[in-house]
């Protein structure tokens, strides 16, 4: 199982790849130069706190890491211990029959396949967004990391799969036994209120590469 010190050495590693202190790896990456110290890895409450997966995806962008190489960094011994490996679906595929079970998890082989941390959930899985229905935030070959497993709440941004087959990602506004409240991340799409009975299932996304 993926730990918070193996996360934060990860960042450390890369920075120094790279001929960069951790404060000089948020600053190149856009971040406030602090992002990254000792003191923001634990809360006022003395807990471990995890980086934001949108402060390791500008690091990747800002110094061209590619998500394997920052994967090498968190297993560090080559062993690959806290890495899965995570199956591909097309944004299409994942909307028709036999893609997935009757749980939500997907079924099959022969997918492509990326290397990812363990994220505890041996059902994750990635999907590649295609069109303009995410922007900003997620574009057209940007893949994201979604997680069975993981607990939902409100503001969190997931993939939806309606029993009609339908598949959006969006942000979770409210959730009840009768209805799924969702806002856009597009603002020019609109929002949905969904009946509970007619969606399939909710995932979270944990992670994305833009």
Same mark, same amino acid.
């Given at each position: 199982?993926?730990?918070?010190?193996?996360?934060?050495?990860?960042?450390?590693?890369?920075?120094?790849?790279?001929?960069?202190?951790?404060?000089?790896?948020?600053?190149?990456?856009?971040?406030?130069?602090?992002?990254?110290?000792?003191?923001?890895?634990?809360?006022?409450?003395?807990?471990?706190?995890?980086?934001?997966?949108?402060?390791?995806?500008?690091?990747?962008?800002?110094?061209?890491?590619?998500?394997?190489?920052? !994967? $090498?960094?968190? #297993?560090?011994?080559?062993?690959?211990?806290?890495?899965?490996? &995570?199956? %591909?679906?097309?944004? =299409?595929?994942?909307?028709?029959?036999?893609?997935?079970?009757?749980?939500?998890?997907?079924?099959?082989?022969?997918?492509?396949?990326?290397?990812?941390?363990?994220?505890?959930?041996?059902?994750?899985?990635?999907?590649? !967004? $295609?069109?303009? #229905?995410?922007?900003?935030?997620?574009?057209?070959?940007?893949? &994201?990391? %979604?997680?069975?497993? =993981?607990?939902?709440?409100?503001?969190?941004?997931?993939?939806?799969?309606?029993?009609?087959?339908?598949?959006?990602?969006?942000?979770?506004?409210?959730?009840?036994?009768?209805?799924?409240?969702?806002?856009?991340?597009?603002?020019?799409?609109?929002?949905?209120?969904?009946?509970?009975?007619?969606?399939?299932?909710?995932?979270?996304?944990?992670?994305?590469?833009?």
């Amino acid at each position: 199982m993926l730990t918070h010190s193996e996360i934060w050495k990860a960042i450390d590693t890369l920075a120094r790849s790279y001929g960069l202190s951790p404060s000089g790896l948020a600053r190149k990456a856009g971040l406030d130069p602090t992002t990254f110290n000792k003191s923001k890895r634990i809360t006022r409450e003395g807990k471990a706190r995890w980086p934001s997966t949108e402060s390791v995806s500008k690091v990747l962008r800002a110094t061209g890491a590619s998500l394997e190489e920052f !994967v $090498a960094y968190i #297993s560090g011994d080559g062993t690959n211990k806290v890495v899965q490996r &995570v199956p %591909v679906i097309g944004y =299409a595929q994942a909307g028709k029959e036999g893609f997935f079970d009757d749980a939500g998890y997907p079924v099959g082989n022969g997918w492509d396949e990326v290397e990812f941390p363990n994220v505890g959930d041996p059902n994750a899985y990635a999907l590649e !967004v $295609a069109g303009e #229905s995410m922007e900003p935030v997620y574009r057209d070959g940007d893949v &994201v990391i %979604v997680s069975p497993a =993981a607990g939902v709440r409100r503001g969190d941004r997931v993939v939806v799969k309606t029993t009609e087959g339908e598949v959006m990602a969006k942000e979770l506004v409210r959730q009840s036994a009768i209805k799924i409240e969702l806002t856009s991340i597009n603002q020019s799409h609109g929002d949905r209120t969904l009946a509970a009975e007619d969606v399939a299932f909710m995932h979270r996304i944990v992670w994305s590469s833009q």
